[in-house]
């Protein structure tokens, strides 16, 4: 328990002083200017008894000019307060929005980067709210830590020494006291409240996922009239969120109680050790006013500390999350010295290529050796779980192989970088994504940068210009989330667009007509043969009808390709292949 609780203060504390130390000068500079305004808010006692003793003096002429000194002392103190935590400010503000910009920036890379299973095992909006609630708890980290902490416990032991300078046995009581006090507030906090605090974080991030999911699938949820079921399922969440909310907050409660029990206790010491000091003749009425002024920014400080601590404890169940992000590992990852992958021709070859998923015992693909020659059109078709996708994504690197290797004109891709290496493949998928953007900045993705010009003729060789220009906004048209606002023959012309500007040498195609009306499966098909013209072809196909003209078929059965040859040649053949066509032409089955 001890040691799963200090991991995650650990980690979180080890990530911000990283941060702090790439701006040395800024957090030493808002550090200092508010140890400087502490200091002279710490002063204030000194001359507050001066005050009280100047005007108990009975030459009132005397009085006075004491008096009017200690004024303006004072004055002067809360100038030196006001201007030194103005500056403070102004640094906690360049330090914190640079810290919170790099968080971020760097938890969105390392996000982009994980592993295609990562995605698939993570909801998109408890991932984002990882990072923005991680993002926006280092604002409150620096002013918990800088703001208030460092200058707390710069006050705590600098009011103990001065107090301790007149009065030993007064100076050790507060010192004391205040340590106690310390040692309440940090372990109920840690070990108390953080448990009930983290676990309420936890279900925070599922209501966030919840609701993405329900609300990216509301075209789903309408069709099968489900909204009362996904409220249950909502409910369900907030049900349990509710509760350990109610725990960690009962927590804080019940620690911030006992911490002002303790507080009160100190003060009535303090003011009973003073009032016995003045009782014996030790203390004058401006010494007693000294102890009680010190007391009261002691009190004042010593309950920020308490709740300030509670604030830490919060950023670190808040930045938890995001800083385990950079725990994970990335499954696929340039090797060291990773060249820019050249592909003037476009072979592509497996040699012995061994391939199993993490966890599972048996490879998917056991030495698998196969040779696509530059600018040949292959078909891929097989029963669901056969192999196809898999092909694929170990082609665009997206899993390492377990053994052998895959060549790209000679190339192992493993010593190649991935930018390089996908930006040689165009993918043109069966369901594709596109940004809630503009349609013309969704076809420039494949090529940041081109002219619009560039991008109108991508979009008429993908028969996609016309539709396109008949929208009130033309490319300026937003598509909504996932091109929601676009037909599914709409949003495969401009992924194919996409693939004409990208211009690769290797194009794969995860067969796109299988839902589409005839009128779409036309142009869309049409298009798809303007694009395989003059490049390595790899085709996923659904229908076998769209693989007929393909110059080689390659049939998958359990991550062995069992059968290969033209359409003709298969047929003639007779096995899976020619099961499989005559089935879907009977429209029995479609794989």
């Known amino acids: 328990m001890t040691q799963s609780v200090r991991r995650p203060f650990q980690a979180v504390l080890a990530y911000a002083a990283a941060l702090w130390r790439r701006q040395p000068f800024t957090f030493a500079a808002a550090t200092l200017a508010m140890l400087a305004a502490t200091a002279a808010d710490l002063a ?7 005050l009280v003793d100047a005007v108990a003096l009975a030459d009132r002429a005397a009085g006075r000019d004491a008096a009017v000194m200690a004024l303006l002392a004072m004055a002067g103190l809360g100038v030196v307060l006001l201007g030194f935590r103005y500056l403070g400010f102004l640094a906690i503000i360049r330090l914190t929005t640079r810290m919170m910009r790099a968080a971020a920036q760097e938890a969105f890379g390392l996000v982009q980067r994980f592993a295609t299973d990562w995605h698939a095992n993570s909801f998109a909006g408890s991932v984002v709210r990882r990072i923005s609630r991680g993002m926006w708890a280092i604002d ?24 301790g300078l007149r009065w030993p046995m007064m100076g050790v009581v507060v010192l004391a006291g205040a340590i106690l006090f310390l040692i309440l507030a940090v372990t109920t906090t840690i070990f108390y409240v953080a448990p009930a605090a983290r676990l309420s974080n936890r279900w925070d991030s599922r209501i966030g996922g919840a609701l993405s999911d329900a609300i990216s699938c509301n075209a789903v949820v309408k069709g099968f009239a489900a909204e009362d079921r996904e409220d249950a399922v909502l409910s369900g969440v907030l049900a349990k969120w509710q509760r350990r909310t109610i725990r960690n907050w009962t927590r804080g409660t019940n620690s911030g109680t006992a911490q002002m029990a303790a507080l009160l206790a100190l003060r009535t010491v303090i003011v009973g050790a003073v009032l016995f000091e003045w009782w014996r003749g030790r203390a004058t009425p401006g010494d007693v006013t000294f102890v009680l002024t010190a007391y009261f920014v002691v009190h004042g400080y010593l309950r920020e500390v308490g709740h300030q601590i509670s604030n830490l404890q919060r950023c670190v169940n808040d930045m938890d999350e995001m800083v385990a992000l950079h725990s994970e590992a990335v499954s696929v990852s340039d090797c060291p010295n990773a060249a820019i992958l050249q592909v003037p021709q476009g072979e592509i070859r497996f040699a012995d290529v061994t391939f199993r998923y993490g966890g599972h ?57 991935q930018a390089s290496l996908r930006a040689r493949i165009a993918m043109v998928a069966q369901e594709p994504l596109l940004f ?41 048209t937003m598509v909504g989330e996932r091109g929601v606002k676009l037909s599914g023959g709409e949003r495969q012309r401009v992924a194919l667009a996409r693939a004409f500007l990208a211009d690769a040498p290797i194009l794969i195609l995860d067969e796109a007509t299988s839902s589409l009306d005839s009128h779409s499966e036309v142009l869309i098909q049409e298009a798809m043969g303007d ?14 009808s769209t693989v007929r003209a393909m110059d080689r078929i390659l049939v998958f059965d359990r991550g062995a390709v069992v059968e290969e040859g033209t359409h003709d040649a298969l047929m003639r053949r007779g096995g899976i292949y020619r099961e499989l066509f005559n089935h879907q032409a009977a429209g029995l089955v479609t794989t």
């Open 361 to 417: 015992t048996t490879p998917l693909y056991d030495h698998l050796s196969l040779t696509i020659a530059a600018g040949e059109r292959i078909g891929l078709v097989g029963h669901s779980g056969s192999g196809k996708t898999t092909f694929v994504k170990l082609i665009q690197r997206l899993y390492d192989t377990t053994d052998g290797a895959i060549l790209i004109d000679g190339q192992p891709i493993a010593t190649a970088t």
């Open 436 to 476: 809630h953007r503009s349609l013309a900045e969704n076809i420039a993705y494949a090529r940041p940068g081109a002219s619009q010009a560039e991008i109108e003729r991508a979009a008429m060789q993908a028969r996609a210009h016309d539709f396109i220009m008949a929208l009130p906004r033309g490319y300026a």
């Open 44 to 50: 204030m006692p000194v001359f507050a008894g001066r």
């Open 140 to 163: 409150l980290l620096n002013d918990t830590v800088v703001l208030s902490l460092i200058p707390a416990v710069f006050v705590l032991f600098a009011s103990a020494a001065m107090l």
């Open 531 to 544: 694009l395989m013209q003059g490049r390595t072809s790899i085709v996923i196909a659904h229908r076998l």
